[in-house]
């Protein structure tokens, strides 16, 4: 029915139901994130994230982690696009979601509507299949998505509109006498195809400088400090561009390419480690 509506109409309509997801900033979960301590953890659950898994058949696993606090709300939405093939699949076969509490409850996202959302920012309307909302646990909640056909699906975490930090590794959540914006503590993961260590220090300038390499890419872009180093060999543009930008500010060479482009400023963010401190 929705879809038969005139594109303004829809659009007009979707605004009104849902203006508050608007902001959600994106992570798109790897194909190395199969489990949650090898998926990317946000640092603070109340924080607004949307989390795109895509799987191109049954059977795949993709999954992450958040931590919340005592006292905060617990708050989690699955999305699908409003478009093939997601919104022609049944419930049954859309990926499954399961999270599991501090203290090991499951809870199983399950799908009881499909309300219409128009995301402004990407100009995508998305459905809402299942909203959670619950006072939180203290510590580290798991994601596990399980796949059971060719399909793409977001879940939006927190609703706090304030920049978020992502790591990933093995993680310790951040003690209380950390100042919030540099890192959370980081091991070197043991399991973790991915392992990446980030320090309680400042992202300084000297700090980028010694990540100057494939193995360890830091770069600066607009007064901000990213690990690009998953992305060189994802890039569509090619390996060498972004290991051009590793261990100096790479502002000016990125604006030359992709300034105002939606898609390489989306990607970027995935990667943001913290602000430059000068
Ligand atoms: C961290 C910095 C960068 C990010 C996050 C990034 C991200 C992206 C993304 C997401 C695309 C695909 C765009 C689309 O499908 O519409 C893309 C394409 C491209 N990028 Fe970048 N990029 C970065 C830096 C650069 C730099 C520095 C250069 C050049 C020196 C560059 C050159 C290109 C080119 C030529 C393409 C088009 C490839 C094609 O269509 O075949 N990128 N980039």
């Known amino acids: 029915m929705y879809r038969r509506l005139t594109p303004l109409i829809a659009i007009a309509l979707a605004i009104s139901l849902a203006p508050a997801a608007s902001a959600h900033q994106p992570v798109v979960l790897l194909d190395t994130d199969t489990t949650p301590s090898a998926g990317p953890l946000l640092v603070d659950g109340t924080i607004s994230f949307a989390i795109r898994a895509s799987f191109t058949k049954s059977g795949q696993k993709k999954a992450f982690r958040a931590a ?7 708050s989690v939405q699955y999305l699908i696009v409003d478009k093939k093939p997601e919104s022609g699949l049944k419930n049954s076969l859309l990926p499954q979601l399961v999270i599991t509490s501090p203290t090991g409850k499951k809870i199983t996202v399950v799908m009881k509507e499909r309300t219409p959302f128009f995301e402004s920012f ?4 998305y459905l809402y299949l299942s909203r959670v909302s619950q006072p939180a646990e203290a510590g580290i909640y798991s994601f596990v998505i399980t796949s059971r056909a060719r399909a793409a699906i977001t879940v939006a975490v927190g609703d706090r509109e304030v920049q978020g930090e992502v790591v990933r590794g093995a993680v310790q959540a951040p ?4 100042k919030p914006t540099p890192a959370a503590t980081q091991e070197p993961a043991k399991a973790s195809p991915t392992p990446e260590v980030t320090t309680q220090s400042a992202y300084t300038m000297a700090k980028v400088k010694e990540n100057n390499s494939a193995a360890s890419c830091w770069s600066v872009i607009s007064g901000n400090v990213y690990n690009l180093t998953q992305w060189i060999n994802q890039h569509p543009g090619g390996p060498s561009a972004i290991a ?7 502002t000016a060479s990125f604006n030359a390419q992709h300034r105002g482009e939606g898609k ?3 990607r970027l963010s995935d990667y943001l480690l913290g602000a430059l401190v000068k």
């Open 122 to 125: 990407t100009r995508t309307t």
């Open 264 to 266: 390489p400023t989306q």
């Open 175 to 178: 003690t209380p006498t950390v």
């Open 244 to 250: 051009s930008l590793c261990g100096v500010d790479g």
């Open 68 to 74: 919340l606090k005592e006292g905060d709300i617990f």
